[in-house]
């Protein structure tokens, strides 16, 4: 099970469905990472709840990923103590990447990118998670600065590390998008689309309503119908949350509104 769960998670299986959840911690930890992207954001904080009590890796590889499904749902603040407890218990390169690429991307959503920037550059990037995560990471703090021309070669960077990790290679798109939003609008609709459309087919609904909201950014004359997409995935997402998740998500800034026409 375990192996097969690796496939969804961080493989080319995405959209496996999560029946039954296993006993081994890892594999329950990968599960979790699995709903999470497929935004049942309730089901992955029970697994991780329980998860966030082991003393070790796993236990701090849990506490980042409901700190990343925090972020995911416009939370940075909330995410911030849970990458702070994963910091204290990871032992292991890939742990300490999370947590402290976790950490950097709390300070993003706080404004604060000169310590975004010291916490991405304290984390190992030894493993093809890392490297992805921290390209992530940097086009973010460029973007955040108003650098897109410096975004691109890092969100370029994450996409070329993906390997066969179909989820990041969508997110990767959605990132690099962004970056090319102002210096190559054809390519960014291109790539927005394609990563769109494949975390529709994929029930990646936690990265459709992100994609959709760029898109209504990219294609003017159909943002009105992006928008309403962007709504529909994002009220599917609400109502698979927890319901702290949810509260926080109707309190960010970063999250519409999915009660307006226009999201």
Same mark, same amino acid.
């Given at each position: 099970?375990?192996?097969?769960?690796?496939?969804?998670?961080?493989?080319?299986?995405?959209?496996?469905?999560?029946?039954?959840?296993?006993?081994?911690?890892?594999?329950?930890?990968?599960?979790?990472?699995?709903?999470?992207?497929?935004?049942?954001?309730?089901?992955?904080?029970?697994?991780?709840?329980?998860?966030?009590?082991?003393?070790?890796?796993?236990?701090?590889?849990?506490?980042?990923?409901?700190?990343?499904?925090?972020?995911?749902?416009?939370?940075?603040?909330?995410?911030? %103590?849970?990458? #702070?407890?994963? !910091? =204290?218990?990871?032992?292991? /390169? *890939? @742990?300490?990447?999370?947590? $402290?690429?976790? +950490?950097?991307?709390?300070?993003?959503?706080?404004?604060?990118?000169?310590?975004?920037?010291?916490?991405?550059?304290?984390?190992?990037?030894?493993?093809?998670?890392?490297?992805?995560?921290?390209?992530?990471?940097?086009?973010?703090?460029?973007?955040?600065?108003?650098?897109?021309?410096?975004?691109?070669?890092?969100?370029?960077?994450?996409?070329?590390?993906?390997?066969?990790?179909?989820?990041?290679?969508?997110?990767?798109?959605?990132?690099?998008?962004?970056?090319?939003?102002?210096?190559? %609008?054809?390519? #960014?609709?291109? !790539? =927005?689309?394609?990563?769109? /459309? *494949? @975390?529709?087919?994929?029930? $990646?609904?936690? +990265?459709?309503?992100?994609?959709?909201?760029?898109?209504?950014?990219?294609?003017?004359?159909?943002?009105?119908?992006?928008?309403?997409?962007?709504?529909?995935?994002?009220?599917?997402?609400?109502?698979?949350?927890?319901?702290?998740?949810?509260?926080?998500?109707?309190?960010?800034?970063?999250?519409?509104?999915?009660?307006?026409?226009?999201?």
């Amino acid at each position: 099970m375990t192996a097969t769960l690796e496939q969804a998670a961080f493989g080319q299986r995405p959209d496996l469905p999560v029946t039954a959840v296993p006993g081994e911690p890892r594999a329950r930890w990968l599960a979790a990472v699995v709903l999470g992207g497929q935004g049942r954001y309730a089901r992955a904080a029970t697994i991780l709840d329980d998860l966030m009590t082991d003393p070790g890796d796993v236990g701090a590889l849990a506490a980042a990923t409901l700190a990343s499904h925090r972020r995911q749902l416009g939370a940075h603040a909330a995410a911030r %103590p849970l990458d #702070a407890r994963a !910091l =204290v218990r990871a032992t292991s /390169d *890939d @742990a300490r990447a999370d947590a $402290l690429l976790g +950490l950097a991307a709390d300070a993003i959503g706080a404004g604060r990118l000169g310590e975004a920037m010291r916490l991405r550059d304290r984390a190992p990037q030894t493993t093809w998670r890392a490297r992805v995560r921290a390209g992530w990471v940097s086009a973010e703090i460029e973007l955040s600065a108003g650098r897109a021309d410096r975004a691109r070669p890092y969100a370029e960077r994450a996409l070329e590390s993906v390997g066969s990790a179909t989820r990041h290679r969508v997110k990767s798109e959605i990132v690099l998008g962004a970056t090319l939003v102002e210096s190559d %609008p054809a390519m #960014a609709l291109k !790539l =927005v689309t394609r990563a769109r /459309d *494949d @975390a529709t087919d994929l029930c $990646l609904s936690s +990265l459709v309503w992100p994609a959709s909201m760029l898109l209504a950014q990219l294609d003017p004359d159909e943002a009105l119908t992006h928008r309403r997409c962007a709504a529909m995935a994002l009220h599917s997402v609400l109502r698979r949350a927890d319901p702290r998740g949810r509260e926080l998500a109707e309190r960010s800034p970063w999250v519409p509104s999915v009660t307006g026409p226009t999201g």
